[in-house]
């Protein structure tokens, strides 16, 4: 799945938890995480760092994918959590810096395998 922030795309490899054993081992065991790599879990609003072997930002958002809260660099054997929250999103540790995110910011996740109407637009010009 690919990540944009105001029609930019910022990560292109988002993998998206959505059985119980996608969503149970998250990134547990995964030594490197690229800079535009990440893990998206819906229904989600808290996450643990349990068997990681990096830190991690986090972004907890809500039903209309706006960011309500960052927490940076999570280390391992750590959990965080954010009421209110539906949406959570792993990032690498320290890309949210890098990449400009800020509360309040709305991202917006599409599949690269399915047209959206901005791509139409796009591809007609």
């Known amino acids: 799945m690919n990540m ?3 029609d930019l795309l910022f990560a292109h490899d988002i993998q998206v938890a959505r059985t119980f054993f996608q969503r149970l081992r998250g990134l547990t065991g995964v030594r490197r995480l690229s800079a535009h790599a990440g893990m998206y879990f819906d229904h989600c609003n808290a996450v643990h760092t349990f068997f990681m072997k990096m830190p991690i ?3 907890f958002l809500n039903r209309n994918n706006e960011v309500i809260k960052i927490v940076e660099c999570v280390s391992p054997r750590k959990f965080c959590y954010c009421k209110g929250a539906v ?3 792993e990032l690498q ?3 949210v810096r890098r990449m400009g995110i800020e509360c309040s910011d709305h991202l917006q996740f599409v599949d690269p ?3 959206t109407p901005i791509a139409r637009e796009l591809s007609f010009r």
Do not use: N
Request: one cysteine or more; charged letters at 35%.
């Open 93 to 95: 540790g320290g890309a």
């Open 113 to 115: 395998c399915v047209r």
């Open 87 to 89: 949406k959570t999103l």
């Open 4 to 6: 944009y922030k105001d």
């Open 57 to 59: 930002d986090v972004l």
